[in-house]
């Protein structure tokens, strides 16, 4: 008959391998402490995996609704191919839409003529009706006769006057010859809003790349047109280290406050003992006339002492500094050592070491499992050690790289890549790339493919001017 703790093992190797993870270092004879950090580590994984499909279906259900698509028998728990095939849908339906509203258009000359004017002006319209009603019309025409009159733009000729060259107006004032004088008018500046709109991602980007480079961090590869959810996803990921660097460093200042506190909590009780005066006080004491005043109280507290007592005292030191690092790596792993005797002995000490590293060898074992959670495959690695590093793993046969998002690896903010820019596939254990006829080919290390090319552990491959790091499974 089988233990409990066998039958735990069995249960987290079937549920592992149901989620489709693979668990590294896993005892023989795991302790109850060990089974429960890595179940736990295990439904985080899986849980972080289906927490992601919900978060798909949310934003595709926010999209229908947008353009009110109605979504039938959407499932609670959807599967990655059940959303692949409803986004596909989804955004097939949205263009059927406005390719039908631009044939509309044409059959309605009054909504051509201001679909017309808007483009002129940079105004992008949204949520055109399919039939729009002359209401509807009014103030849309309202609308931009507003925006160009803010920009000073020209009125849009009355389609029943006869047309007029705006850049040569006669002026009845001036006379020569009693002829009429040409006077040329100049034309308004067009505005451009989308001109407008790229330069003010560019800004922001130049910020992003000037306050990585401050903090002495990597961006990464920067498009060459960047879209506004680029820069958005970028700035966050730069705000999430800055902000673990800022938390590091406040955990830094309250150890130093704490430490300091102590040090100055021992010499006055020192100083006291003693009838030492270290008078006058400053109210901000600096490490330096910290470091002065311990000097003056240990000379005159220990100015008679013998070798004995000085060596009992150096130990009693030494005790302390060990207890405060015990203490140090016990607060740093987020775990606890139990009670401390008032004057712990060199015995208590080593007990103490010995289980803070019993317990920092456990932690590193979970990481171990957590880095596990994940399926042992492959991977393309795209911008490696920069701050978009972003781990797509193989974990199909045959995949697709390209910038639709039918493909399971798809590539954004890049035009250069095509719909469907390459293949990859695995036989008997080996990675193949092939080129599916894109524009600008595909290339490993630097030079372009021809025909089907094997991929190695640590090759480059690049699509458009997007670079992967390949990677086989450890």
């Known amino acids: 008959m089988s233990s409990p703790v066998e039958e735990r093992r069995q249960a987290l190797l079937a549920l592992a391998a149901s989620a489709g993870i693979r668990l590294r270092n896993l005892p023989e004879h795991p302790s109850s402490a060990w089974l429960d950090r890595a179940e736990r580590r295990v439904k985080e994984a899986i849980a972080k995996r289906e927490a992601g499909l919900r978060e798909r279906r949310d934003a595709l259900i926010e999209r229908a609704a947008t353009a009110r698509i109605k979504l ?14 409803a986004e596909s849908r989804v955004e097939e339906i949205i263009k ?3 390719a039908r509203r631009r044939a509309e258009a044409v059959d309605n000359p009054r909504l051509a003529s201001l679909m017309a004017r808007a483009r002129s002006l940079g105004v992008r319209l949204r949520k055109v009706p399919e039939s729009p ?17 803010e920009r000073e733009e020209p009125a849009p000729p009355d389609p029943a006057a006869p047309e007029v060259d705006a850049t040569s107006v006669a002026d009845p004032r001036a006379t020569v010859d009693g002829l ?3 006077v040329e008018v100049p034309q308004p500046a067009a505005v451009d809003l989308e001109a407008d709109e790229q330069r003010a991602i560019e800004e922001r980007v130049a910020e992003l790349i000037a306050r990585a480079e401050r903090a002495g961090l990597d961006l990464g590869r920067v498009p060459p047109n960047p879209t506004e959810d680029w820069v958005v996803s970028t700035a966050a990921a730069l705000e999430s280290v800055l902000e673990e660097r800022r938390e590091a460093r406040r955990a830094e200042r309250t150890r130093r406050t704490a430490r300091r506190r102590e040090r100055m909590k021992t010499l006055f009780a020192l100083a006291e003992q003693h009838d030492v005066r270290l008078d006058p006080i400053p109210a901000f004491p600096t490490e330096d006339w910290i470091g002065r005043a311990e000097l003056m109280v240990y000379e005159r507290a220990y100015a008679d002492e013998d070798e004995g007592s000085r060596r009992d005292r150096l130990q009693d030191q030494r005790r302390r500094e060990r207890l405060a690092a015990i203490l140090e790596r016990a607060e740093r792993g987020g775990f606890d050592i139990g009670s401390i005797p008032p004057d712990p ?13 019993g317990r920092e060898e456990e932690a590193s074992e979970v990481l171990e499992a957590e880095s596990a959670a994940q399926p042992d495959v492959a991977r393309l690695v795209y911008e490696a050690d920069t701050l978009q590093e972003e781990v797509k793993p193989l974990d199909s046969d045959e995949m697709t790289i390209g910038r639709n998002r039918s493909n399971p690896i798809q590539v954004r903010n890049d035009a250069q890549v095509s719909r469907k820019h390459a293949r990859l ?12 006829g894109s524009t600008r080919g595909t290339q490993v290390n630097g030079a372009t493919i021809d025909g089907d090319q094997v991929l190695r552990d640590g090759d480059e491959l690049q699509v458009g001017e997007t670079r992967f790091l390949f990677q086989l499974p450890s």
């Open 133 to 149: 009603s002359e209401r509807w019309l009014d103030r849309l025409e309202q609308k931009l006769t507003e925006i160009a009159r």
């Open 425 to 436: 596939w695995v036989v008997d254990g080996v990675w193949y790339v092939a080129d599916l």
């Open 96 to 98: 059927q839409r406005f």
């Open 72 to 85: 039938r028998n959407v499932p609670e728990q959807p599967s990655a191919a059940w959303l692949d095939k």
């Open 180 to 182: 009429p004088a040409t």
């Open 345 to 357: 002995d060199e015995e208590w000490l080593d007990e103490a070491e010995s289980r803070v590293a």
